[in-house]
Every structure is written in C-alpha cells, then in structure tokens.
C-alpha cells in the first residue's frame, strides 16, 4: 500500500512541506454531470430560470471555489492559479449538464483538488439556481479526467486500468 503524504509518522495529519520542490507547470481537468428533467434543461436553455443565468453563476462560482480551495480543503495548499475555466455541455440522453473545469498553476504541487473542487461548486450552483423547478436533480460523476506536471507525472482517466 502507498503510504500517504498527508500523514506523518504516528499517523496524525500534516500539511505535506513542498518548500524544496521545483516550481512547474501543471494542469488537471475535472468533470461531474447534474441530472435533471428536460423542462429543467430547457430553463437553462431558454433562460427562463427565477433566479436568472444558471450558467453565468455556475461558471463564476467554480472560478471563485477553485481560487478558494485551500480554504476549503483542511491540507491544500494556496496557490498562485494562472488559469481556472469552467464548461458545461447540455445532454438530452441522459438529461443534465456536464461540467468541466480546467486549472493551471505553475507551483510546486498540483491543481487536482482545484479542479475537482471547481467542478463540484459549479453542480451545486446549478442545482441552487434551479431547485425550485426540479429538486430531484442529482450530482455525480465527479472526477478528475486527467493531470500533468509535477513528480507523478501525466494521469488521464481514459488510460486508467480498471479493477
């Protein structure tokens, strides 16, 4: 088993000291998928949402949240972010949005959880704008789809090896 970065030797819980790493150029894309009805769908498409823009919103609100992660996060560290980007690509089957976010930072550690963290406030933000109109939407499918830079290397998700 790999031993974890976040944990020292008794076990108890550490932010991991990156002081004597290199600075590099690093990137992680992440995505999540909020399912919904299609007359939620065409509220978003239309632009016929109470609360207004739900796309707009979402989109500031992943940018904020990714800017805001070691806030968020107990052991992540605050970065200086040189690109965070927020997408939605609607879906008729199955019914929803798909969400992706892209981060950049050149640092001594990685923007996983920034993108994920991006990816995952937008779908919240979606559901807020819209749950008057359908409060049995769902969120999931939260994951990274790929990463670069940095000691691990490059991960994409399409390469993964399955169980």
Known sequence: MT???HLDDKGEARMVDVSDKAATHRTARAEGFVSMLSATLALIEEGGAKKGDVLA?????GIMAAKK???????CHPLAITKASVAFEPTLEP????VTAEVKVA???GVEMEALT??????LTIYDMLKAAD???TIGGIRLLEKSGGRSGT?????RKKP
């Not at 992660?69 to 052991?75: A, D, W």
């Not at 991960?155 to 390469?159: G, L, R």
């Open 57 to 61: 919103a979402a989109r500031i609100a």
């Open 69 to 75: 992660t070691h806030e968020l996060i107990p052991l």
């Open 118 to 123: 991006a990816v995952s406030v937008a779908c």
């Open 95 to 98: 019914t929803g949005i798909r």
């Open 155 to 159: 991960y994409s998700a399409a390469n």
């Open 107 to 109: 640092g001594p550690t």
């Open 135 to 137: 409060k049995a939407m």
């Open 3 to 5: 031993k974890l970065s």
